[in-house]
């Protein structure tokens, strides 16, 4: 008995150190509206570590050119900052090759991407395209504008009252003209983890590649796509601790190959006539023009940081947050929150009886505490809840049990205003 | 407790309209029916106007938002009815300038009446689109138009 004691305290995973990872995000010592800023937007966008601000920094002052064309010495280090950054990416994700990393501009362009070209080249009058009733808005629009296109139709898998996918449904509705699966990976309106690798199996069982949007996954949990063996998965730098304006579109060597370009002109091209064009290879083929080369080095930056976490700890100590958070605000009288499912990640969506969202978030903003208030670009999830908003706070590495007490605390201040 | 903007912002008189808005209800044999939309946080209202030649005889409306949004329409329901087409233009101006804070204090509160409770606005630019939805809404109305407004 006292070995095996001795065994399991020894296996215990060493406690997240939230006051270090705090110290490197200047923006939280910044005050807003004379008090001190409780930032719960994260699936909004998160706040930014020095090593981010500073690469960026450093591009402009000491690395500055443009990438795969100069022969002179800061053309070829910015091209291998970038390409490195490509690198980075790869591993953090677990592909298995960097050419299957492509740059965008992040999530909604990543979807759009594959709609444009693996959707064009494949889906066809009267062809189907499946996605869920738990989609952010650019998970929804593409598609719709695609179906339209082509002539195919836009399906949607249901919802629980928890918010949780009926995998069982979406599986029904899977058929020989299903042409490919757009998902969620987590909820930005409810929080809901889908399980994932089950969810792509069933699909792939059926002859369906799976696209998976990662953008409220991956700042929360480590993503392997090999393991997920998902067919492409796309995400945005800002929302993992990264700037604005980059985002990757992972996609399997084959698929990405076989697609058409997505935009024409420089870097997508190997040779050109007036008589036609030969494309560049994979991931070049897809990144017309000069891209954001700061904010891809940058990127790297942001992704090296989050590699050197220990995720076991992070993972035990976001879960902690979210289940305190979820448990202080339940308490309050006339709160119901939306989105209940057994497995979450980062959100709190809630309503309050007789308050309207919009008034919370004006008074919580008076506290110095951000929070979203609105639709969160899934006004399909709010139709499915009867309500047209709701307050969304939302959790990132830094945030902590005392700035949930002051997002309670705040939100009993809107009750005494409106009681 | 809360803050001196929190308080003039939330005054009495809007908490209590947003509970209980006045002229709440849909108006059959109304003239003019117009809706308004804030698509960025999902206020939507329904303004019914009825006239009697050049005046208003009879505001009502329907819908659900924030409490500002809620709040001004119902207060504007009460202050536009008996007045003439050109007069509920001008009082629209003054309020637009009251939550905008234009207000330039040559128009006294007194001839604002109730509308000065949304004086505390100004002092939140993101909720101007939220006071003057109804407001927006009305002119519409008054204008004759059928598409939905939008404060977008
Ligand atoms: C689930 C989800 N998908 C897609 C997006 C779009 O991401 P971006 O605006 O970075 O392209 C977001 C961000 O709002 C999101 O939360």
């Known amino acids: 008995m006292a070995v095996t004691a001795a065994i399991e305290t020894k296996q215990l995973p060493k406690a997240f150190d939230v006051d270090a990872v705090r110290s490197e995000f200047p923006i939280l010592e910044t005050p807003v509206r004379g008090k001190r800023l409780v930032y719960l937007d994260n699936a909004a966008t998160t706040q930014k570590p020095r090593v981010v601000i500073a690469a960026l920094r450093r591009y402009y002052e000491e690395e500055n050119a443009n990438i795969h064309r100069g022969v002179h010495y800061l053309s070829e280090r910015a091209t ?174 084959d698929l990405l190959n076989a697609m058409p370009p997505y935009q024409g002109g420089g870097d997508m091209i190997k040779s050109v006539t007036f008589e036609g064009t030969i494309f560049n290879d994979i991931p070049y083929k897809f990144e017309a023009g000069t891209p954001n080369i700061a904010d891809g080095i940058a990127f790297g930056a942001a992704v090296e940081y989050l590699s050197s976490l220990d995720w076991q700890a992070l993972s035990i100590y976001e879960h902690g947050l979210l289940q305190y958070a979820t448990e202080r605000v339940k308490e309050i009288d006339g709160v119901r929150i939306i989105g209940t499912a057994r497995e979450k990640a980062g959100v709190l969506s809630f309503v309050m009886e007789g308050v309207h969202p919009h008034d919370i978030g004006t008074i919580l903003d008076q506290e110095g505490i951000a929070v979203r208030t609105g639709h969160h670009c899934a006004q399909p999830v709010m139709q499915r809840f009867g309500i047209p908003a709701t307050v969304r706070a939302s959790f990132g590495l830094y945030n902590t049990r005392e700035e949930v007490d002051a997002l309670v605390k705040s939100l009993q201040k809107v009750k005494e205003i409106f009681n | 407790m809360a803050t001196d903007e929190l308080r003039s912002l939330y005054q009495e008189i809007i908490l209590d309209h947003n509970k209980n808005p006045r002229n709440f209800r849909q108006m059959p044999d109304a003239d003019y029916v117009l809706e308004g939309y804030n698509p960025l946080c999902g206020d939507h209202y329904t303004i019914y106007l009825k006239m009697n030649g050049d005046v208003v005889a009879d505001v009502s409306f329907e819908g659900a938002g924030c409490a500002i949004s809620k709040a001004s329409a119902s207060v504007m329901s009460t202050v536009v009815k008996g007045k003439t087409k050109q007069h509920v233009h001008e009082l629209f101006d003054r309020f637009h300038d009251l939550v905008t804070g234009k207000h330039t204090g040559n128009v006294s509160f007194e001839e604002l009446g109730k509308l000065a409770a949304f004086a505390g606005v100004s002092e939140f630019p993101a909720r101007v689109k939220c006071a003057s939805l109804a407001w927006h809404t009305l002119r519409g109305a008054l204008e004759q138009r059928k598409e939905t407004v939008t404060t977008e």
């Not at chain 1, 699966?181 to 799976?210: E, R």
């Not at chain 1, 953008?215 to 997920?228: F, G, K, N, T, Y």
Request: net charge negative; with cysteine; hydrophobic share 45%.
């Open chain 1, 80 to 253: 291998d900052l970038y390409e490195k950054t490509r690198e980075q990416i790869r591993r953090f994700i677990g592909a298995g090759d960097a050419r299957e990393v492509v740059f965008v501009r992040g999530t909604t362009e990543g979807i759009n991407l594959v709609a444009a070209t693996f959707g064009r080249a494949n889906v066809r009058a009267g062809d189907e395209v499946l996605i869920t009733a738990m989609e952010h808005h650019s998970n929804i629009v593409p598609w719709q504008m695609l179906c339209e296109q082509v002539g195919a139709k836009l399906k949607v898998a249901p919802i629980n009252d928890a918010g949780e996918l009926l995998v069982d449904e979406l599986s029904n509705l899977l058929n020989a003209k299903t042409k490919l699966l757009a998902i969620t990976h987590v909820s930005n309106a409810l929080g809901t983890v889908n399980p994932m690798k089950d969810v792509i199996a069933v699909a792939h069982s059926a002859g369906v590649p799976v696209v998976v949007d990662g953008a409220q996954a991956i700042p929360h949990q480590r993503i392997d796509v090999r393991e997920l063996d998902c067919d492409f998965y796309t995400f945005s730098s800002h929302k993992m601790y990264g700037p604005t304006g980059i985002g990757v579109l992972y996609g399997k060597l």
